[in-house]
């Protein structure tokens, strides 16, 4: 009884922690964080009529390859991270964005970056 009770519990936590871990690694959290929120906001939202909202946003919902050609090339008043951030740091901001919030993406790779 007491060891099923264990067994029962260690479980439950278990799955605690897993489905506490975000969707993407930290990393991609931690890059948007640094890289986009003070524009973007932490909460994916923008601002109204200066920063797009990246949460819901048309472009982000489309292709990871889209969002990498923004952040590649710049758009308006937003600078290119070419030179901010390698491929994989890329992909895994994107992968962020387009899994945070309500957002539902399939992952874009490094290599697919590579060779846009
Ligand atoms: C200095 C402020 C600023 C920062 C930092 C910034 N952005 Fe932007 N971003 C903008 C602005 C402004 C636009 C709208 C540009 C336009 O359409 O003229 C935009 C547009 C976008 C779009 C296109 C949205 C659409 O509706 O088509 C995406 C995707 C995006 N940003 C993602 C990011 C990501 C990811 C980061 C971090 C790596 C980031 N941005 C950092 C200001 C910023």
Redesign the pocket.
């Known amino acids: 009884m007491g060891r099923t009770l264990c067994i029962l519990i260690a479980f439950s936590l278990l799955s605690a922690c897993a489905a506490a871990e975000p969707v993407v690694g930290m990393n991609g959290e931690r890059l ?1 964080l640094d ?2 929120a ?3 906001q932490v909460d994916g939202r923008g601002v109204a009529n ?3 909202a ?1 949460d819901g ?4 919902a489309g292709s990871g390859a889209d ?1 990498a050609l ?2 590649i090339i710049g ?5 290119s ?1 070419r030179g901010a ?1 390698n491929s994989a740091e890329m992909a895994a ?2 992968n962020y ?1 387009r899994n945070a919030w309500s957002n539902r993406g399939e992952p874009i790779s490094a290599a697919e970056i590579d060779a846009l």
């Open positions: 948007f890289n986009c003070e524009c973007h200066v920063y797009p990246l946003n048309e472009t982000v969002v923004v952040l758009r308006g008043e937003m600078p991270f951030l901001v994107i964005v």
